[in-house]
């Protein structure tokens, strides 16, 4: 399945849980139904919760602290990179280098290299 944007999720996540016949609680845009995916699913709830936030990408790196990076690799961004902070469902936002411009897979491997060059130096 197609990774989703964080714009997205709400919607995904209404729509997941309409199929399994749940009708979810109102959250609004920008909140999570962790709850409702527990109700809906049981004990499988959390598990199924976030392995469909993150269908469709691999966790490339821990970059400490609960900041994680993502290379997408289905849909419509496939081969761009996000990053995600620690909380319970944060955003996955653009990664980018010192310039601003979004990173591919390579010029981010490139930059990753790099600095762990220097930090064994």
């Known amino acids: 399945m197609p990774f989703v944007e964080t714009e997205g999720w709400a919607a995904q996540q209404v729509a997941t849980l309409r199929a399994a016949g749940h009708e979810p609680t109102d959250r609004g845009e920008e909140d999570h139904h962790l709850d409702d995916y527990r109700e809906a699913f049981g004990d499988a709830g959390d598990e199924l919760w976030h392995l469909e936030r993150g269908r469709g990408a691999i966790h490339i790196s821990d970059d400490g602290c609960g900041m994680t990076t993502w290379l ?10 996000r990053h995600r902070d620690c909380a319970l469902d944060p955003p996955f936002e653009p990664s980018v280098d010192a310039r601003g411009n979004r990173h591919s897979f390579g010029t981010w491997y490139l930059e990753w290299l790099e600095r762990r060059e220097r930090a064994t130096r």
């Open 72 to 81: 997408v690799m289905v849909g419509a961004h496939r081969g761009a990179l």
